[in-house]
């Protein structure tokens, strides 16, 4: 049974951090693409970055960019999301996401992923 487990989500103020995990279990984790997607109060779910099954390659998408970081280890089978300078505009449900193996990364669309997590809700206030 495919098991993908998000943590680390929280109240935080503008400007502050956070880190979010996400452990995977019943998958070959070390082989797949992983992803963070979120989705906030009224909005669709929105790609937030990717990373490549070894680590190498990473895409964010640019509402981002330069504030977070995805990083992996393959040892503990679990991506990770650090979080800078929080704005409000990043509060959200936070989701992991896992795909079959592939080099690409920027994957960005929610459909190309087949195993989800059940969301760790981050609030940003102002």
């Known amino acids: 049974q495919v098991q993908l487990v998000e943590s680390g989500g929280g109240l935080v103020q503008a400007g502050g951090s956070l880190s979010l995990s996400c452990v995977v279990s019943g998958r070959t984790f070390s082989s797949d693409p992983m992803a963070w997607f979120r989705q906030a109060p009224g909005k669709e779910r929105e790609f937030v970055a990717d990373?490549?099954?070894?680590?190498?390659?990473?895409y964010y998408a640019d509402s981002v960019k330069g504030r977070f970081t995805i990083s992996r280890d393959n040892a503990k089978n679990t991506v990770y999301l650090q979080m800078n300078s929080l704005k409000p505009e990043d509060t959200a449900v936070y989701y992991c996401a896992a795909r079959a193996k592939d080099s690409r990364v920027g994957v960005s669309t929610q459909y190309s992923y087949t195993d989800w997590g059940q969301g760790t809700r981050v609030t940003v206030s102002s």
């Open positions: 990373i490549s099954w070894i680590g190498a390659a990473t």
